[in-house]
């Protein structure tokens, strides 16, 4: 029922130049969606925009990536544009954009020329690491929530396309434009999606301001790098708050089972 209603929504949508609407006959999951839609798009356009279905934009969102594809169309070391970035909380002392190591798939852009470079195989992405380049793949050891979905997805516990490209763009020592202020806020931390709990430490109000301003420099910003792993080793906050997400969490899976 809800997969017809969303069909019937989508044939209502304006707005745009046109909508072509791709239906299927079974149930594909995420990342074989997003993985075959992303392969045809950029295989027939050279390069792609892509949203979710729990994403709110800016107004100036879709400028920043048409603008930013421009810019770096033919920078082969710029690999992604992410319109997401975290609630930093010295984002005012940052340049208005820069590079970081790091992929995000909260609204996103790249080109043919990076795609061609996603490797699903992930015995073979596996293989090319050693312990250093984990630490840098898990930003020198903050985040290691990263190396964790890349051994679940391996033992098969998850089925994420995100961690795969994320490891595909840091073993060629690609790089991703941010802005500093978001320009996207991810509405689908309410438990009802297939990937997601109730979160609020990713909270963002997108940016109403249009982004002026590209790097020059192909490289990692420091200072951008420097507030990334401040809110990485802060993020889950106190034993206080993480008990009670815990407890929240608990409780509304536990609520869902006895619903069904």
Same mark, same amino acid.
């Given at each position: ?6 069909? /019937? ?14 239906k299927r ?19 027939? @356009? ?63 852009? /790249? ?23 984990i630490h ?5 050891? /903050? ?35 941010y802005p ?20 609020? /430490? @990713? ?28 809110? @990485? ?28």
């Open positions: 029922e809800k997969v017809e209603q969303t069909r /019937t929504l989508i044939q209502e949508i304006n707005g745009f130049k046109s909508v072509k609407i791709i006959s079974n149930h594909m999951g995420l990342a074989a969606s997003i993985i075959e839609g992303v392969t045809q798009l950029v295989n027939e @356009y050279g390069k792609i925009i892509v949203f979710e279905d729990d994403l709110l934009s800016s107004p100036y969102t879709l400028t920043y990536f048409n603008e930013a594809l421009g810019a770096y169309e033919n920078e082969p070391a710029v690999m992604q544009i992410a319109a997401y970035m975290f609630p930093l909380k010295n984002d005012k002392q940052l340049p208005e954009t820069f590079f970081l190591r790091s992929i995000n798939s909260w609204g996103w852009a /790249t080109w043919k020329r990076a795609w061609n470079s996603f490797e699903p195989d992930i015995h073979h992405l596996y293989q090319q690491f050693n312990e250093e380049k840098q793949f898990t930003v020198e050891g /903050t985040m290691m929530n990263y190396w964790k979905q890349f051994q679940d997805f391996k033992e098969g516990k998850n089925n994420s396309w995100a961690i795969r490209w994320h490891a595909s763009v840091f073993l060629k020592q690609g790089l991703v434009l500093a202020k978001s320009l996207i806020e991810n509405i689908g931390h309410d438990g009802s999606g297939v990937h997601s709990i109730i979160e609020d /430490t @990713y909270k963002v109000h997108p940016s109403r301001k249009p982004i002026s301003s590209f790097p020059k420099v192909i490289k990692e910003d420091a200072a951008a790098l420097a507030e990334v792993k401040r809110f @990485y080793k802060h993020r889950k906050g106190s034993w206080l708050k993480r008990g009670k997400k815990f407890v929240v969490n608990k409780w509304f899976h536990l609520k869902s089972k006895l619903r069904k």
